[in-house]
């Protein structure tokens, strides 16, 4: 209520308990406007609680009409006993109606509708370009039709098998199975995170398809000096498979890769925000003079961006295959972990390592291994190994007993 109100003397309504003040100024038709109270005891005590303006829609009937419910709840013992108490109530039903509303919207919300609206934003800001795209081919080509249609909060165990049944009929490897299902896992836990979904994915209690995707090609020199060779008229593409080669990088590392992590002078490769973390990688000579040819005055952006519309490339591009057909690397190869792939470049540097005596856990640091066990698998290349242990071994003997400290039998 106004001051100005609030200044004038309280005047009684034709209805017991009903008073107003008039406005002293404000009109409402042809009368001051009124501001209505109610008068009532309860628990002994004296109580005024204030209603409104008639120009909202008060009256003095509507004021005796609130009061005389009052009063018949406290003669009753139930409802509200007071307009404040009254108001409290009206407020906690309109919440929980609102709640019980977002509710059935959550209930209703489709898989195809949470990822579309809410998901493919939230991985387009915060997901690198490439695993963005290869979420999105997933869904259209095969989650859309196998869940999309479910709402969230009914997507089961069944659901999943049925979604890994269609993609092994699609012929599509298991690796690329587990991915689609590491899609629809990330998907309930962003659901989770933003209130649309409770409880844990349903991937927990689906059976990830057995996956052994392990490069075990790597190239002999020769195969590489050949390889190399047919890539001399794709000057950028070569440049690129030589940075794989020498520098162990994969290749969303070389197409992400911006000058500000370029390090010249130091000759180092700054890799930040990869797939296991961030490291640095030395050039060699080779790979340095190769990226100097790049360097423009102010030179900002990428080194290797995608041709004509710029950006990042996803893919190396037909002509790498092309060269690795026209050199035969793949002649009368079934298995796919024995096939030439860009990726080989990757795994045949970390195999020449090894062949020159590099350590693993140096390896695994130039390589960008979360755990030794990744690295573990180029030990067989270095058969040597166990015979150089054992020989520094022997020597340890050697000097113990030297000083008398060897126990023999």
């Not at 020199?221 to 690129?240: G, H, I, K, N, W």
């Not at 040597?384 to 007993?401: I, P």
Request: glycine share 8%.
């Amino acid at each position: 209520m106004t001051s100005g109100a609030a200044a004038m003397p309280y005047i009684k309504s034709k209805f017991p308990g009903v008073r107003f003040r008039e406005h002293p100024t404000r009109k409402h038709g042809l009368k001051p406007d009124r501001y209505f109270f109610i008068r009532y005891k309860m628990g002994g005590k004296d109580m005024e609680e204030a209603l409104g303006w008639a120009s909202d829609g008060m009256t003095e009937a509507k004021a005796a009409a609130r009061l005389a419910e009052l009063k018949e709840a406290q003669r009753t013992g139930q409802g509200a006993v007071t307009l404040a108490q009254k108001r409290a109530e009206a407020e906690a039903e309109r919440k929980a109606r609102h709640k019980e509303q977002e509710q059935q919207v959550r209930d209703g919300l489709t898989f195809s509708d949470f990822f579309t609206e809410h998901y493919v934003p939230h991985a387009a800001r915060d997901k690198k370009e490439l695993s963005h795209k290869r979420e999105l081919g997933l869904f259209r080509k095969w989650i859309s039709e196998a869940i999309g249609h479910r709402p969230l909060k009914e997507i089961g165990v069944v659901d999943l098998e049925r979604l890994k049944h269609r993609m092994g009929k699609g012929d599509m490897k298991p690796r690329t199975i587990e991915y689609a299902l590491a899609v629809v896992r990330q998907v309930f836990n962003y659901a989770r995170r933003t209130g649309y979904y409770d409880g844990d994915s349903p991937t927990k209690l689906v059976k990830k398809p057995k996956v052994n995707n392990a490069r075990l090609r790597y190239l002999e020199p020769d195969e590489a000096e050949r390889l190399f060779e047919e890539l001399e008229s794709f000057p950028v593409v070569r440049d690129m498979a030589l940075v794989s080669l020498h520098c162990g990088l994969r290749f969303g590392e070389i197409a992400s890769l911006p000058w500000d992590r370029v390090d010249m002078p130091k000759g180092l490769l700054i890799l930040l925000d990869t797939k296991h973390g961030d490291r640095q990688v030395p050039m060699t000579a080779q790979v340095r003079v190769a990226i100097e040819k790049y360097r423009t005055p102010g030179c900002a952006g990428l080194v290797f961006p995608r041709p004509i519309r710029g950006g990042v490339r996803s893919d190396i591009g037909k002509c790498f295959r092309d060269a690795v057909e026209r050199v035969g690397l793949n002649d009368g190869v079934v298995d796919d972990r024995l096939k030439v792939v860009f990726h080989s470049l990757r795994h045949t540097f970390a195999s020449w390592h090894v062949l020159a005596g590099t350590d693993l856990y140096t390896l695994g640091k130039l390589m960008g291994h979360k755990t030794p066990t990744m690295t573990a698998r180029y030990g067989h290349l270095s058969p040597e190994g166990a015979v150089r242990a054992m020989r520094a071994f022997e020597g340890v003997l050697e000097k113990q007993a030297q000083r008398g400290k060897v126990v023999t039998p």
